[in-house]
């Protein structure tokens, strides 16, 4: 098991994300944290509809108006907090959670 040291809490500004990528198995794998409304979350970049990235690989996850998060492929809408697909191809779905260990003000997340 090994760590991936994230980001420090204070660069995970409110409506903000932060990509990291681990591997799970043979795969490498993206996941994303953020902040929403104070509270962190964390989640694998992988849409619930299509399984490809949320993102354009620019880092953009919230919507213009900054309460929801989106794929910008087509335009599933989750909730930041819960991962809960609200509108879309895939509503009622969710996304995929990530654990993340805050330690001394910096984030980590623990690969298998």
């Known amino acids: ?3 991936i040291r994230i980001a420090t809490l204070e660069e995970i500004e409110e409506g903000k994300t932060i990509k990291f990528s681990f591997t799970r198995g043979e795969r490498l794998v993206e996941g994303f944290v953020g902040r929403f409304k104070g509270k962190l979350f964390a989640y694998e970049n992988t849409c619930r509809h299509i399984p490809i990235s949320l993102d354009y690989g620019d880092n953009r996850f919230f919507t213009n108006q900054g309460d929801a998060l989106m794929c910008q492929t087509h335009g599933a ?3 930041p907090d819960t991962g809960l697909c609200t509108r879309g191809p895939c509503a009622g779905a969710s996304l995929f959670p990530l654990e993340v260990v805050e330690e001394d ?3 980590w997340f623990e690969e298998d």
């Open 105 to 107: 003000g910096v984030l």
């Open 77 to 79: 809408v989750y909730e």
């Open 1 to 3: 098991m090994s760590r």
